[in-house]
C-alpha cells in the first residue's frame, strides 16, 4: 500500500531585511540579558502585556530626576516662583518624544543608538561620536558622585572627600545586582523611584504652595524668553532634563524584551514600550515640578530669592517651613536619586562602548573606569575649595551635558525618519517635522547657554 507523504508547510514569509547601514547588524545590545524578558501573547489582556514590558521606562526616567537636575530646579523656583514649571512641563514633553524615537529604534532594527551610529557613519565620524558620548558620560557620573557625596555628608556628617570615595563602592553594588536579573535592577529602580516621589509629595504638602499660582505657572509665559536672566535658567532647566545618555540606554534596554520578530510583534513592543516610558517621564516631571515647587513655596516668598545651592536648601528648609523632618526627607531622597543614576549610568556606558567599539570590557573594570575619571576631579575640587567647588563642578557638568545632547538627538531622528533603515515604521511625516523642530529647538538653546556660560 503506498504511503501517503503529506505536502510540505510551507515557511513563514520572511521579512525583507532593512538596508541602508554601511555595516551589517552585528551582535545583540547587551547581549547577556537580550531578550531575557518573557512577554505574554498579543492575544493576552491590556494589563499582562504593560506589565510585562513595564520596566525601562522606569531605568529612564532616572537621568530626568539625578543630582544635576536639582540645583537648576531649585535656582527657578527660588528666583522666580513657579514661573518655569512650563519649561519643566515643555521640556518634559520633548523628552517623552525622544524616547519614543529610542525605543521605537531598538525594537525595529535591533540596534541601540551606539550600534547604529557606527554602522551608519563612517569610523572617524563614529569615533567622534564615541569620545563626545564617554565626555557626557563622565559628566553624567560625575553628578552622581557629587550629589551621593553631598547626601552622605548631608545625612550622616561624613566629610565631602569621603563621601567622593565611598561612591566607588557602589560599582559593587551594581556587579550584585544585575547578575540577578533585568527584572530585579528595574525593581530595585522602581522601588527608589517611589521613594524619591514620596519624599516630594511630603515636601510639596508641608511647604503648602500657591495652588492657583502653580497651576498658572504650568502655562508658558513671555517673560520666560523677554527676561533674559529669567532665559538662562530655563536653557539650564532644558539642559539637565533632556538627558544624552537616555536616548543610548532606552534604545538598548528595551531590547531586554523576548518578543516576535515580525510587524505584529514590534508593533506591540513599541506600543507598550512607549506606554511604559511616558508614565515613567510624568513620574520624572512631578519629582522635578515638585524642587521648583517646594524652592518657590519655601525661599522665593520668604526673601531667600538666590537659593540654587543643594546644601543651602537643605539647611533653610526646616527653619523655613517649621517642618523639622523636611531637611531629612530632602538628603534621603538625593542619596536615592545619586543611587539610581548610578545603576543606569553604568548600563549607558556599557551600551556606548559596546555600541561604537565592538569592544566588551568586563563590567566591574568599565565601571571602575567611568566612575575614576568622575571621582578625580570630584575630589580634587572638593579638597581644594569645598562645598563651594562641588557646587560650581555640579552645574559644569549640566553644561558638558547639554554640548553632547545634539550629537545623540540629530543621529536619532535622522535614523527613524529614514525608510530604508526603519522599512513600514519609518517616522509619519508630522512625527518627522516635530523632531526635527525639538532637535532645532535644543539645538539653539544649547548653544545660546554655552555662549552665555563661558562669554556672557
Given at each position: 500500500m503506498p504511503v501517503t507523504v503529506p505536502p510540505p508547510v510551507p515557511a513563514p514569509p520572511q521579512e525583507a531585511p532593512l538596508t541602508g547601514w554601511r555595516r551589517p547588524r552585528h551582535a545583540p545590545s547587551l547581549g547577556e540579558i537580550f531578550g531575557s524578558v518573557k512577554v505574554p501573547p498579543a492575544s493576552a489582556s491590556f494589563w499582562r502585556k504593560l506589565f510585562a514590558f513595564w520596566g525601562p521606562g522606569l531605568m529612564v526616567a532616572v537621568g530626568y530626576m539625578d543630582p544635576g537636575n536639582w540645583a537648576t530646579d531649585l535656582a527657578g523656583g527660588s528666583r522666580y516662583g513657579y514661573t518655569l514649571l512650563s519649561v519643566i512641563l515643555i521640556s518634559n514633553l520633548f523628552a517623552m518624544l525622544l524616547q519614543h524615537?529610542?525605543?521605537?529604534?531598538?525594537?525595529?532594527?535591533g540596534r541601540d543608538l551606539a550600534q547604529a551610529c557606527r554602522d551608519h557613519y563612517s569610523k572617524p565620524v563614529a569615533m567622534v561620536l564615541?569620545?563626545?558620548?564617554?565626555?557626557?558620560?563622565?559628566?553624567?557620573?560625575?553628578?552622581?558622585?557629587?550629589?551621593?557625596?553631598?547626601?552622605?555628608?548631608?545625612?550622616?556628617?561624613?566629610?565631602?572627600?569621603?563621601?567622593v570615595v565611598l561612591t566607588i563602592l557602589d560599582v559593587l553594588v551594581v556587579l550584585m545586582l544585575q547578575s540577578r536579573g533585568f527584572r530585579v535592577l528595574e525593581s530595585i529602580v522602581g522601588g527608589l523611584i517611589m521613594l524619591i516621589f514620596g519624599c516630594f509629595l511630603y515636601e510639596i504638602i508641608v511647604s503648602n504652595p500657591d495652588y492657583f499660582a502653580l497651576l498658572q505657572g504650568l502655562v508658558p509665559q513671555p517673560e520666560v524668553v523677554t527676561?533674559?536672566?529669567?532665559?538662562?535658567?530655563?536653557?539650564?532647566?532644558?539642559?539637565?532634563?533632556?538627558?544624552?545618555?537616555?536616548?543610548?540606554?532606552?534604545?538598548?534596554?528595551?531590547?531586554?524584551?523576548?518578543?516576535?520578530?515580525?510587524?505584529?510583534?514590534?508593533?506591540?513592543?513599541?506600543?507598550?514600550?512607549?506606554?511604559?516610558?511616558?508614565?515613567?517621564?510624568?513620574?520624572?516631571?512631578?519629582?522635578?515640578?515638585?524642587?521648583?515647587?517646594?524652592?518657590?513655596?519655601?525661599?522665593?516668598?520668604?526673601?531667600?530669592?538666590?537659593?540654587?545651592?543643594?546644601?543651602?536648601?537643605?539647611?533653610?528648609?526646616?527653619?523655613?517651613?517649621?517642618?523639622?523632618?523636611?531637611?531629612?526627607?530632602f538628603a534621603v531622597a538625593l542619596l536615592a536619586s545619586g543611587q539610581n543614576s548610578t545603576l543606569t549610568g553604568t548600563l549607558a556606558g556599557q551600551i556606548v562602548m559596546e555600541g561604537f567599539l565592538d569592544l566588551k570590557l568586563k563590567l566591574w573594570l568599565r565601571r571602575l573606569i567611568t566612575r575614576g575619571i568622575a571621582v578625580v576631579p570630584a575630589f580634587i575640587v572638593t579638597l581644594l575649595y569645598g562645598e563651594k567647588g562641588t557646587g560650581e563642578l555640579l552645574v559644569l557638568s549640566q553644561v558638558i551635558l547639554s554640548f553632547q545632547l545634539s550629537f545623540a538627538v540629530v543621529p536619532l531622528v535622522l535614523f527613524t525618519g529614514s525608510k530604508a533603515k526603519m522599512g513600514v515604521f519609518v517616522n509619519k511625516p508630522w512625527v518627522q517635522v516635530v523632531a526635527w523642530l525639538i532637535s532645532a529647538i535644543i539645538i539653539l538653546l544649547n548653544v545660546y547657554l554655552l555662549v552665555q556660560t563661558f562669554w556672557g
Open positions: 524615537l529610542a525605543a521605537k529604534l531598538g525594537i525595529v532594527t564615541w569620545v563626545l558620548c564617554e565626555i557626557a558620560i563622565a559628566a553624567c557620573d560625575l553628578a552622581e558622585v557629587i550629589g551621593s557625596a553631598i547626601a552622605l555628608n548631608l545625612l550622616f556628617g561624613l566629610p565631602l572627600t569621603w563621601g527676561n533674559p536672566q529669567m532665559l538662562y535658567v530655563a536653557i539650564g532647566i532644558l539642559g539637565a532634563t533632556v538627558m544624552p545618555h537616555n536616548l543610548y540606554l532606552h534604545s538598548s534596554i528595551v531590547q531586554t524584551r523576548a518578543i516576535e520578530q515580525n510587524e505584529a510583534g514590534r508593533r506591540m513592543a513599541i506600543k507598550f514600550a512607549t506606554i511604559d516610558s511616558t508614565l515613567a517621564l510624568f513620574l520624572a516631571f512631578f519629582v522635578n515640578a515638585a524642587i521648583l515647587i517646594m524652592a518657590a513655596a519655601a525661599f522665593h516668598n520668604t526673601g531667600n530669592q538666590n537659593v540654587a545651592d543643594i546644601n543651602e536648601a537643605h539647611q533653610l528648609l526646616s527653619p523655613v517651613l517649621g517642618a523639622g523632618a523636611a531637611s531629612m526627607v
